[in-house]
């Protein structure tokens, strides 16, 4: 009887270590699953917010890149449009431009304080001009002459809303500010780009971002008074005075991208400076070769 007892509680204590045996498992797994739950949760949670952030970027890219009026083909006959189908398109197109002027101007507007009658006529010009500046009236057989005319045609259209616009803001920091950014959608582009991609622990506050912009802007602008003569006399010159000519426009390229880079250090950690110095070295080269290829230089 008593080596029954013994037996029974020798079982009992197996059963009992087997027991907690289990016990550990099982609460060594649900801290397995939970585990992976909460970090399936944080991968899902990241992949949502790069997700956005390309949405936003797609966006961002419609909103500045995006023509908002189509060129028309030469020698076609327009196609026929189904009026419903052609009204979406056209709200479309109408939603597109009030994004691109929003943010394209949103620095101007911020800071405006118009009436109502000279913020709408103020609207209706900038939309005008976009629409200029975004329409292409030549075609893929466009003779030289023909492109030359309409270019010079576009010209004297945005001069003239330019000189509206320019009636409307009376300050002359307005006047300014607008002068700096009614061509500058590819450098916005390329700015917030650069913003969300180097955010990290180091978020750039709005005021930073608007300093490094016009920042930008003013020395793109420095550059393309400089360029206005220095490209025609580069063009005509002979062939000893091309080569000057384009070391000197090479020389002010640089001095457009360090003048940029020398005031943007100050507003940036070391990590985002670096990045933006990489970015900006990469598209300096890129335009630098472009500049080059119309010259006819190598």
């Not at 060594?28 to 952030?53: A, H, M, P």
């Not at 000279?118 to 629409?131: D, K, N, V, Y």
């Amino acid at each position: 009887m008593k080596v029954l007892c013994a037996l029974l509680a020798l079982a009992l204590l197996v059963l009992g270590a087997h027991h907690m045996v289990l016990y550990l498992d099982n609460q060594t797994l649900r801290q397995q699953v939970i585990q992976q739950q909460t970090d399936f949760d944080s991968r899902l949670q990241q992949e949502r917010g790069n997700y956005q952030k390309k949405i936003d970027s797609l966006q961002e890219f419609i909103a500045f890149g995006q023509n908002n009026k189509q060129p028309a083909s030469i020698n076609q006959p327009s196609p026929v449009t189904h009026p419903v189908r052609a009204n979406e398109f056209s709200a479309i197109q109408q939603e597109n431009l009030q994004r691109t002027l929003e943010k394209k101007y949103s620095l101007l507007m911020s800071r405006l304080g118009l009436s109502g009658q000279a913020q709408s006529q103020l609207q209706s010009l900038l939309e005008q001009r976009e629409q200029i500046l975004n329409a292409s009236s030549v075609g893929y057989y466009s003779s030289q002459k023909e492109i030359e005319e309409a270019v010079n045609r576009q010209q004297q259209g945005l001069a003239e809303i330019d000189r509206q616009i320019a009636q409307l803001l009376s300050s002359p920091e307005d006047r300014k500010v607008y002068d700096l950014l009614k061509d500058s959608a590819y450098e916005q582009y390329q700015m917030n780009n650069f913003f969300d991609q180097a955010q990290g622990e180091s978020p750039i506050s709005s005021e930073k971002r608007e300093a490094l912009l016009i920042s930008k802007l003013e020395q793109k602008q420095e550059f393309m008074r400089y360029m206005e003569s220095a490209g025609t006399g580069i063009q005509n010159a002979s062939t000893e005075e091309k080569p000057f000519l384009i070391e000197k426009a090479r020389e002010a390229l640089h001095d457009y991208k360090d003048n940029f880079l020398n005031s943007a250090r100050t507003n940036l950690t070391t990590d985002q400076y670096d990045a933006l110095r990489e970015r900006e070295q990469k598209q300096f080269d890129e335009m630098w070769e472009s500049l080059k290829a119309g010259w006819g230089s190598q």
